[in-house]
């Protein structure tokens, strides 16, 4: 009788496990209005296993979203999204948004200021740009989380 509850609780305990996977995959991506990158990265994400989502938003309303996240204005891309409380600015590898929900960091975020040639949704990487992807702290501070060398052409 005992190992018949156990069996139970443990059939009951499996889809909420489940359940918190998924909800760690899932990000929400608020895009600029027509933009043809942010369309790449966020199909980047997908290939990458992310369960994703997007809106589309133009000039103050986009921006007003990345103030109300706290997206500092210097670290500022074309899209801006968010997952379990962080916020992803610009095209950052999924590798970084891994090791950010594997690390947990005190952190508002990531982010790829500007859009450099070669990162996710950006061009072949084999012919990137060096570009840093940035730990955004709470109080608008930030280091760099991770560095990417520029690739060779091949």
């Not at 899932?26 to 296993?49: D, F, N, R, S």
Request: glycine share 10%.
């Amino acid at each position: 009788m005992n190992s018949a509850l156990l069996i139970s609780l443990a059939l009951l305990a499996a889809p909420l496990s489940l359940g918190a996977e998924e909800a760690s995959s899932a990000i929400h991506v608020v895009e600029g209005q027509g933009c043809e990158c942010c369309t790449k990265w966020t199909e980047y994400l997908q290939q990458q296993g992310f369960d994703v989502t997007s809106e589309e938003r133009f000039g103050v309303l986009l921006f007003q979203h990345k103030i109300d996240l706290g997206v500092p204005a210097e670290h500022s891309s074309c899209h801006t999204g968010q997952i379990d409380g962080y916020f992803l600015e610009g095209h950052v590898p999924a590798e970084d948004i891994r090791r950010l929900l594997e690390e947990r960091p005190d952190a508002a975020g990531l982010a790829v200021p500007g859009m450099p040639y070669g990162s996710p949704g950006m061009g072949p990487e084999a012919k990137r740009e060096a570009y840093d992807v940035l730990l955004i702290r709470k109080d608008g501070s930030s280091e760099v989380f991770t560095s990417y060398p520029a690739g060779n052409s091949i």
